[in-house]
């Protein structure tokens, strides 16, 4: 099952003012996210950090490939 609703991602209104932008409510299923945020790397520094250069979980690994998928 995927952690992604792609139905609340899909059906989400876009904004285009002041700029482009949507918020989805629940686009990570609930019963999913409090497990996610345990594998969410520990990040320390600012700046720009690719996912390969932390250490992280497994579901937040498959909740970056959903969203490159």
């Not at 996210?33 to 690994?61: K, N, Q, Y």
């Given at each position: 099952?995927?952690?992604?609703?792609?139905?609340?991602?899909?059906?989400?209104?876009?904004?285009?003012?002041?700029?482009?932008?949507?918020?989805?409510?629940?686009?990570?299923?609930?019963?999913?996210?409090?497990?996610?945020r345990?594998?969410?790397?520990?990040?320390?520094?600012?700046?720009?950090?690719?996912?390969?250069?932390?250490?992280?979980?497994?579901?937040?690994?498959?909740?970056?490939?959903?969203?490159?998928?």
């Amino acid at each position: 099952m995927p952690l992604l609703d792609l139905e609340a991602l899909q059906s989400a209104p876009l904004s285009r003012e002041p700029f482009t932008f949507t918020v989805v409510r629940n686009a990570i299923r609930p019963a999913d996210a409090a497990a996610i945020r345990d594998d969410f790397p520990e990040i320390e520094d600012s700046g720009l950090l690719p996912v390969e250069a932390t250490h992280h979980g497994p579901l937040f690994r498959r909740l970056i490939e959903e969203l490159e998928s």
